[in-house]
C-alpha cells in the first residue's frame, strides 16, 4: 500500500567532514485499511543524498500529536538511524 506523507520540514545536518545531510521529516497517513478503522498517522524520515527514507507507520490516530512528534524529531536533528528509538521513548513517556 502506497504512505501518503506530508512534509513538515527540511534540516541541513553538518558533518565534520565537510559534507552533509539534508533531512526532511514528515508525518505519514495510513487510511483506516486492515486492522485499525479510520486514519492513522506516523512519522518518518527522508536523507536527500542517499534517497533512504525511514518512517514509523501507525503510531496514533491524531493527526496533532504526529505532527507535534516530527516538530520533535527535526528540533533534536534525528537521523534514521535513531527514529525508532525516538519514536518508542516518546511513545513510552
Known amino acids: 500500500m502506497p504512505i501518503k506523507a506530508r512534509e513538515i520540514c527540511t534540516k541541513v545536518l553538518w558533518l565534520g ?11 505519514s ?10 486514519p ?6 527522508r536523507v536527500k543524498e542517499t534517497g533512504n527514507v525511514t ?3 501507525s503510531i496514533t490516530p491524531e493527526r496533532e500529536k504526529a505532527e ?3 516538530d520533535i524529531l527535526a528540533s533534536n536533528f534525528v537521523t ?5 528509538d525516538c519514536v518508542y521513548d516518546w511513545l513510552c513517556r
Not at 567532514?17 to 508525518?27: A, E, K
Not at 497517513?29 to 479510520?38: K, R
Not at 492513522?40 to 524520515?45: E, F, N, T
Not at 534514521?80 to 525508532?84: E, K
Open 17 to 27: 567532514t565537510g559534507s552533509q545531510l539534508t533531512l526532511t521529516y514528515f508525518v
Open 29 to 38: 497517513v495510513d487510511d483506516g485499511t486492515g486492522d485499525l478503522p479510520g
Open 40 to 45: 492513522h498517522y506516523g512519522v518518518g524520515i
Open 55 to 57: 518512517f514509523v507507520r
Open 68 to 70: 507535534r512528534l516530527a
Open 80 to 84: 534514521p538511524t535513531a527514529l525508532y
